[in-house]
T-cell receptor, first 113, second 114 residues
Framework: LAKTTQPISMDSYEGQEVNITCSHN???????ITWYQQFPSQGPRFIIQ???TKVTNEVASLFIPADRKSSTLSLPRVSLSDTAVYYC??????????????FGTGTRLQVTL | NAGVMQNPRHLVRRRGQEARLRCSPM?????VYWYRQLPEEGLKFMVY????????ESGMPKERFSAEFPKEGPSILRIQQVVRGDSAAYFC????????????FGDGTRLSIL
């Protein structure tokens, strides 16, 4: 199980781009990188998932360098509603085995005016 | 397009009582996972089930806790003889179990033990 390291907290102003980096030095060949967002009193929401290079969807981009030992979640032009905890997960989900997914303490993003 | 549905959202029990938490997965999902979250912490895996089968219960306490996912109906997480330390948010997630499909979570049941 690849351990992940993220900053405990980050602050940003509304309208800025926010980049949250996650380190996963022991990532295995079959591991995918998945990011979730969690608001208070709600369950985690899937944001984006990738294996290598760059993945982009309607809400975020995920940058993964060639060595895959880290990944960066990029949130363009954040708003106050993006204030949440962001979790980086690394694990082999190709077989649907849940036990290999572990949530760390995440990164608390605070967006202000 | 209903997501993962959990009920009740809040549950209060006295010490020694039983708690039953229900989870209906997303349509088309046959894999269910239960997690527990304490305040200011990340989610901790408890158990992974497919229809009528427990696949992995390595994160679930051996005593007082049980889970099932019957052929018909929701998945149930059952906690017998609850203690104060069982107070937490319990989240259920589901996935199709096909390839690298991510898990989708419900909004949890907050269990409070008096």
């Amino acid at each position: 199980l690849a351990k992940t390291t993220q900053p405990i907290s980050m602050d940003s102003y509304e309208g800025q781009e926010v980049n949250i980096t996650c380190s996963h030095n022991n990532i295995a060949t079959n591991d995918y990188i998945t990011w979730y967002q969690q608001f208070p009193s709600q369950g985690p929401r899937f944001i984006i998932q990738g294996y290598k290079t760059k993945v982009t969807n309607e809400v975020a981009s995920l940058f993964i360098p060639a060595d895959r030992k880290s990944s960066t979640l990029s949130l363009p032009r954040v708003s106050l509603s993006d204030t949440a905890v962001y979790y980086c997960l690394v694990g082999d989900i190709s077989t649907g085995t849940a036990s290999k997914l572990t949530f760390g303490t995440g990164t608390r993003l605070q967006v202000t005016l | 397009n209903a997501g993962v549905m959990q009920n009740p959202r809040h549950l209060v029990r006295r010490r020694g009582q039983e708690a039953r938490l229900r989870c209906s997965p997303m349509k088309g999902h046959s894999h269910v996972y239960w997690y527990r979250q304490l305040p200011e912490e990340g989610l901790k895996f408890m158990v992974y089930l497919q229809k009528e089968n427990i696949i992995d219960e390595s994160g679930m306490p051996k005593e007082r806790f049980s889970a099932e996912f019957p052929k018909e109906g929701p998945s149930i997480l059952r906690i017998q003889q609850v203690v104060r330390g069982d107070s937490a948010a319990y989240f259920c997630a589901s996935s199709p179990g096909l390839g690298n499909q991510p898990q989708h979570f419900g909004d949890g049941t907050r269990l409070s033990i008096l």
